[in-house]
C-alpha cells in the first residue's frame, strides 16, 4: 500500500479484451496501479474482488490470465460459496490495489456488510490502498447511485459505503435509460450531487475528502458531466462537463510467460551415479 493519500479510481471499465487472451488490463486498471506507485523492485499486488458477479470462477479464470500477461501478481477475494481467506484485514491491506467488478452493487453491499469488508475496506483507502472498479465496482464507493441490482429497470440505490459524499452515474451512453432516472433522483434529493460517467471513463478522487481531481478515459471522446441539484432550474439540476483525460494506451501483451515458483530439481538417475 503505497499510495501518497487516499485514492480511489471509480469507473466505466477495468478489463478489455485480449490479443493474446480474452480479456487483458486495460487503461483504467493500469491507472489505478500507477496511483498505487508501487516500488520498481516488485510486481503491484491486485486483489480482485468480484462479490457483485456473484464470484464466477469463469470471471477470476480471465482476470488471472489478464494479469499474468500484464505481469502483476493477482488475486481474489470471494465470498461463495464461503470466504476463501482466514484474514480480511491482512488480504486487503496487502494488496496494492483492490479492483471490484460489476454486477449487482445491491448484493454486494449487503455481503461486504454481513462481513464486516466495508469497515476493513475503510482502514485500507486510508492506509493507501487504491480502491478502485467498474460499474457495481464504482458506484459502491459513493453515497449512492443508480442500478440495476432489482430487475432491468434502473432504481435508486442510497446507501453505498460512503468514501465519496456524492453519487455517480455509471454507463451513460450505453444505456439511455440510466441516466434519467439519476437526474431525477438529484433533482429530487434522493441522491446527492454528482457525476455521470460514459462506458470507458473513470473519476479519480483523491484524500480523506475524497475530491475529484480528474476524470480520465481510455478512448477519444469520452465524458464524465457533474449532475448539480438546483431547483430553480427548470429540470431541477444543472450540468457541468467535466475536462477528461486521455490515458495513454495500456502496454502490449506479451506472449508467453516466466514463472514465479523456483523449479523442481531435475531427477537424478541413480544407476548412471
Not at 40 to 61: F, I, K, M, S
Amino acid at each position: 500500500m503505497t499510495a501518497a493519500e487516499p485514492t480511489i479510481v471509480a469507473t466505466c471499465g477495468g478489463l478489455v479484451a485480449g490479443e493474446w487472451d480474452d480479456s487483458a488490463y486495460g487503461p483504467l486498471l493500469f491507472e489505478a496501479i500507477r496511483l498505487a506507485r508501487v516500488p520498481e523492485d516488485r510486481a503491484p499486488r491486485v486483489l480482485h474482488v468480484n462479490t457483485a458477479g456473484g464470484d464466477q470462477r469463469t470471471v477470476e479464470g480471465a482476470e488471472l490470465a489478464a494479469a499474468r500477461t500484464a505481469r502483476v501478481e493477482a488475486s481474489h477475494l470471494r465470498f461463495f460459496p464461503r470466504r476463501n481467506v482466514p484474514s480480511l484485514r491482512d488480504t486487503v491491506l496487502g494488496a496494492d490495489v483492490v479492483w471490484v467488478s460489476g454486477g449487482s452493487v445491491v448484493n454486494l453491499l449487503a455481503v461486504w456488510r454481513a462481513h464486516g469488508l466495508d469497515d476493513v475496506l475503510r482502514e485500507a483507502w486510508e492506509a493507501g490502498v487504491v480502491l478502485a472498479g467498474g460499474s457495481a465496482g464504482a458506484l459502491c464507493w459513493h453515497t449512492g447511485g443508480v442500478t440495476q441490482s432489482h430487475g432491468p429497470k434502473p432504481s435508486v440505490v442510497p446507501d453505498g459505503l460512503g468514501s465519496v459524499p456524492g453519487s455517480l452515474g455509471v454507463h451513460t451512453d450505453s444505456d439511455p435509460n440510466r441516466s434519467p432516472v439519476f437526474r431525477t433522483a438529484v433533482a429530487d434529493g434522493a441522491l446527492p450531487d454528482g457525476v455521470e460517467v460514459d462506458e470507458g471513463v473513470g473519476v479519480v478522487y483523491r484524500g480523506r475528502s475524497a475530491s475529484l481531481t480528474e476524470a480520465v478515459t481510455d478512448h477519444d471522446g469520452g465524458r464524465a458531466v457533474r449532475i448539480l441539484r438546483a431547483p430553480d432550474e427548470p429540470a431541477g439540476i444543472r450540468t457541468e462537463h467535466l475536462a477528461v483525460r486521455r490515458l495513454p494506451d495500456a502496454p502490449p501483451p506479451l506472449p508467453g510467460w516466466q514463472p514465479t515458483w523456483t523449479p523442481s530439481p531435475d531427477p537424478v538417475d541413480e544407476e548412471a551415479a
